[in-house]
């Protein structure tokens, strides 16, 4: 107990940033910048793969299925590699470890997420396109202002979760040198040589706090969404004959 | 202001709609009934073109509604047409308010004060004036329908499509929809409903079509239709309705 202790207040700000300012930012907060920036480039992309996905073009349905088919069956790892060694032959210029895991996680992410907003979109009952279309409105519009604000909303833990799943998978971008959470709790490794267990413990302690947090807070969410849907979260206009629901609202 | 000439639509093998032939008229009121899965929710359909047809001709207010069209077209000749569905449809992320101002303001750029004090002197008509900022999930299903209605109606049409409109509500809020109705018929509206509600046919309606598996089997006069109906099938489906 006294070693972990020591050891956190030896190292606590190399886990936390890194070597910055002397070197580049690192630790903990490389991998949340890594997270969040994966997961909101991705989600505009994710969100265009999903409507392409149920496009009924063609044209449009196949990559899109591909990408997410693609996503799915490689492991994130091998994608790394991929973009690691691939991109700089095709821009003909090196890149960063840390753009290469943004890359990565960006293609990874949004063709997981495009899978989440896919689901939700189709989770609404037809009848909300159709009224939308009856009243005149076009596919566009009727997506724009109608089903995905529905679609995002019901799908917000969903996305969270992908959210804490990414935190877990920027521990891949160790394999490329890129200085986050996992980095950093190595190089503390290497200069103590001697405590190992203690040292990933420590990790593992770090990212569980980062990730349990997170998941209550989508918990969290995830009953303010059910009591929303329900309508109990203006009770005092609810009207006295509501508990029917009448079946066809979500 | 509707009318079908020979119109057809299959569903792979099976034919949906078989040769109809009809019209409704300007100011007139016609139920559409008979057994379930005889085609009235899928002929309504067609007139917006939430349904596609396969042959024949379509035509609403002097409009070929299934010629070949551009999308903006479709869509403004969709707007111009009400539709009330069996299950509401209101959209559940707006309030009420909301819901009845989106699409004037969307389809049609009318101002959000013209659009809102439009909302809610049709509120006022539908009896829910007070609701207006409350959300679908907080009303009863009488109440989504009769702001359905409304919802239909903000947009001006000329005709009001009804499908099935009460058969989602629990009995005692059958009444409060089809008064609303009633109050639209009687202020001159073109009206094609889909119902089970053969009182508010019987005391409403112009003229009643009578389907069966596709086809249009009888139109008369609701008296005639509830009296002596002609049609063998028709005969059979209101005994089975008095039945019970």
Redo the contacts between chains.
Sequence with gaps: MNDLIQIVSDNWLLLLVGQYPNGPLGGLACTLILSVLGIALAFPLSVLIALARISRFALLRWPAAALVYAARGIPLLLIILWVYFLVPMLIGSNISGFTTMVVTLVIYEAAFLAEIVRAGIEAL?K??M??????????P?AML??IL??AL?NMLPSMLSQFVSTIKETTLGYVINVHELTFAASQVNNQLLTKPFHVYFILAVIYFIVCWSLTEVTERLERRITTR???G??AQ???A??P??????? | MISFSNVNKWYGDYHALVDINAEVKQGEVVVVCGPSGSGKSTLIRTVNRLEEIQSGQLQFNGQDVHSPMGHRELNQLRSQIGFVFQSFNLFPHMSVLENITFSPMRVRGVSRDAAQAKAMALLERVGLAGKAQAFPAQLSGGQQQRVAIARALAMEPPAMLFDEPTSALDPEMVGEVLAVMRSLAHEGMTMMCVTHEMGFAREVADRVWFMDAGSILEMADPKDFFSHPQHPRAQRFLTDLRAH
Excluded: F, I, N, T
Aim: no cysteine; charged share 15%; net charge positive.
């Design positions: 009952p009848g909300q159709e009224a939308a279309r009856a009243l005149g409105l076009s596919y519009g202002y109608v604000p529905q909303y849907r329900q309508g979260g203006r206009v609810r009207s004959q509501a029917s629901l009448s079946g066809a609202r979500p």
